[in-house]
């Protein structure tokens, strides 16, 4: 005889164990190929601004040779170098004159023979980079006029000063010529171009990848991408060089995600905090290092550029910074993850297995929950109808034919995805809920159903097109306000509820509901508005999150383990002692919360598949721990002074 068990609602358990069995199983196969892509791709690097290497070597009387490779030792992994514009140049960073060609030497000027406001290089002799630079600026710029004369070379640029302020004229020499010498990878930035530009500065970067094999990776910089709108000649430059294109995070640029798609799969997630960041947003340096470090074990970015403080000044910059890479190289150790220079990840699809897992999920949940809206309860309260052999099998031919259109047509993948992450939802928060008779069977019966829920959905979205986010699962806010919605409906439906929606309305409301509906409106819209808006942070919670992960490693979500465990343990003390029959509806609303973040966290496709399942046994039994910690406080404190002051309230 099957033992029944009430967290899943049912008498004949085994053909709804068998379902969510196979969901594992379906699930398991069809992530195979990213467990293995993450496994491979355990490896990030650092990047070092060449300037600023060059400015801390200089300030410590090294060269940029002994600086790089005492940073090399320390896990510095790359060196990024950029393309120069005219105010860079105008600002001295490379030892050569560039203005007006009257500010040329005599004898330059008057080789050229250039009007005085045409901008003009010249290359002393002094300069070793020169000659190299030479073919750059050629197919750089063409009808450019050269002038060799006793004291080296001078350029006259066919083009304005104004024109060439805040565009790419050549790439920082010396950098490339340090990065080829001794074998370090480049990320190269490509600055903007002039209008109608772009096949000249096009041209002249497949010399410079054909010249410079230490160019690993290259990124436009600016406000618009070189060549914006039609990105097709710099991406297939970058493809046929066989160099990758670094997608930056939370670039606003225009022109970014049409470069990635043209690049793909040649693509390395980069995260950087910019001078002018770290100033207007105040970062402090270990505000800066564990931002860095969650990048990489969160979100799976490749590759870090790392700047020195721009606020902080002490006896010796050049030894600071040094530890720092140091220190930083060690906290991703320490995490399993190598400080070396990365590889893109090789393409693949989860197929037909895993829209199956999908289908069968959203199938298995969507039925469930008509049933639970429609059908009569069984014999005890909360009971639904058990699965039977024919519902399994209605079960799995809608979940075939919907695995079919998942698979074919994008539109019913991107729909099913959003639904079954809703549904998901609903069910793991029903048998959460109804397992208040068996709270700890309850309680694990729902998080397993959780996360095989959400291993589905990963299934068949774990492609590196949703890993490296170039596409986004549009599920993620509707898991944040359908499921409240749909478990209301059926606890009023279900008489749950001691009311119907209708006896509600036909009577005079409480002074205690309405507080109690204003709380909860206000909550769910800072819930929504909060999702994925991180600058709304208070700072007192930035602080405990970085003190979650410094203790937990994987941090939970604050919804799981401070609002929706604790209030799913909340429930079920108010439940056995039948307390609160009008009000304790809001605990299992907030319950759901919880579980629509914890299926959130695998819609994360970004965020290795191991972190995630870390992250959620760290949410289950800290956010156990409050909520008996609540039952506590509920008992022995709230409780008496409710006795003694809260009746008034609902009178």
């Given at each position: 005889m099957i033992k029944r068990l009430s967290a899943l609602g049912a008498r004949r358990l085994n053909m709804g164990l068998c379902l969510v069995l196979a969901i594992f199983i379906l699930s398991s196969l069809a992530l195979l190929p990213r467990i293995r892509a993450e496994r491979a791709s355990r490896t990030a690097g650092i990047l070092l601004d060449f300037r600023d290497v060059a400015s801390l070597a200089s300030s410590s009387g090294r060269g940029a040779?002994?600086?790089?490779?005492?940073?090399?030792?320390?896990?510095?992994?790359?060196?990024?170098?950029?393309?120069?514009?005219?105010?860079?140049?105008?600002?001295?960073v490379l030892p050569v004159y560039y203005g007006p060609s009257s500010g040329l030497p005599s004898e330059a000027a008057k080789a050229l023979g250039a009007p005085p406001s045409a901008p003009a290089l010249f290359f002393p002799k002094s300069f070793p980079a020169g000659r190299e630079a030479l073919p750059f600026l050629t197919a750089r710029f063409p009808g450019l006029k050269t002038a060799p004369v006793a004291g080296g070379i001078a350029i006259s640029l066919p083009a304005s000063l104004?024109?060439?302020?805040?565009?790419?004229?050549?790439?920082?020499?010396?950098?490339?010529?340090?990065a080829e010498e001794y074998q370090i990878p480049v990320f190269y930035r490509v600055a903007p171009g002039r209008m109608g530009d772009a096949s000249a500065a096009v041209s002249a970067l497949e010399g410079l990848l054909a010249e410079y094999q230490s160019v690993r990776v290259i990124a436009p910089s600016g406000e618009t991408a070189l060549g914006f709108p039609d990105l097709r000649p710099l991406a297939d430059a970058v493809r046929k060089a066989g160099r990758s294109v670094a997608a930056v995070e939370f670039s606003r640029q225009l022109g970014a995600v049409q470069l990635n798609w043209q690049a793909y799969p040649s693509l390395l997630p980069l995260h950087s905090v910019t001078h002018e960041e770290l100033l207007s947003r105040n970062i402090s340096r270990p505000a800066l290092y564990e931002r860095l470090l969650r990048a990489v074990k969160e979100r799976s970015v490749r590759l870090l550029v790392f700047r020195p403080t721009a606020m902080e000044y002490g006896a010796d910059p050049y030894g600071v910074f040094l530890s720092e890479v140091r220190a930083l190289a060690a906290g991703m150790a320490a995490h399993g993850i190598t400080p070396s220079w990365p590889a893109p990840y090789e393409p693949w699809r989860t197929g037909v297995v895993g829209a199956a897992a999908l289908a069968l999920a959203f199938v298995h949940s969507a039925l469930r929950y008509l049933q639970r809206l429609f059908l009569p309860r069984g014999t005890q309260e909360g009971d639904i109808h058990p699965i039977t052999g024919g519902s399994v099998l209605v079960i799995g031919a809608a979940a075939v034919v919907l695995a079919l259109a998942v698979r074919f047509f994008p539109f019913a993948a991107?729909?099913?995805?959003?639904?079954?992450?809703?549904?998901?939802?609903?069910?793991?928060?029903?048998?959460?809920?109804?397992?208040?008779r068996k709270p700890w069977a309850g309680l694990v019966g729902s998080f397993l159903f959780a996360v095989a829920g959400g291993l589905a959905i990963a299934a068949y979205f774990s492609d590196p097109v949703y890993m490296l986010r170039l596409r986004a699962f549009s599920g993620v806010k509707a898991t944040l306000f359908l499921p409240p919605v749909l478990v209301l409906l059926a606890d009023l439906r279900r008489r749950e509820h001691p009311e119907s929606l209708g006896e509600i309305f036909r009577r005079p409301p409480l002074w205690g509901e309405l507080f109690l509906i204003g709380a909860l409106l206000v909550g769910a819209g800072l819930v929504l508005f909060r999702s994925d808006n991180?600058?709304?942070?208070?700072?007192?919670?930035?602080?405990?999150?970085?003190?979650?992960?410094?203790?937990?490693?994987?941090?939970?979500?604050?919804?799981?383990?401070?609002?929706?465990?604790?209030?799913?343990?909340?429930?079920?003390?108010?439940?056995?002692?039948?307390?609160?029959?009008?009000?304790?509806?809001?605990l299992r609303l907030a319950a759901v919360l919880g579980f629509s973040s914890a299926v959130n966290s695998f819609c994360h496709f970004h965020t290795p598949l191991f972190f995630i399942l870390f992250r959620q046994f760290n949410g289950l039994w800290t956010g156990v721990l409050i909520g008996m910690a609540a039952i506590i406080f509920l008992r022995f404190v709230f409780l008496p002074l409710w006795e003694r002051y809260g009746r008034m309230m609902t009178e």
């Open positions: 040779e002994e600086a790089w490779q005492e940073f090399d030792e320390a896990g510095a992994s790359g060196l990024m170098v950029s393309e120069l514009t005219g105010e860079q140049l105008s600002l001295g104004e024109e060439l302020l805040f565009t790419g004229i050549l790439p920082d020499m010396e950098g490339l010529l340090l991107r729909v099913t995805g959003a639904l079954a992450a809703v549904f998901v939802v609903v069910e793991a928060s029903c048998l959460a809920l109804d397992g208040w991180v600058q709304f942070v208070p700072a007192f919670e930035v602080k405990m999150r970085e003190f979650l992960e410094r203790v937990l490693v994987a941090r939970p979500r604050n919804k799981e383990i401070f609002l929706g465990y604790p209030a799913l343990l909340l429930w079920y003390y108010v439940r056995k002692a039948d307390m609160w029959p009008r009000y304790r509806e809001a």
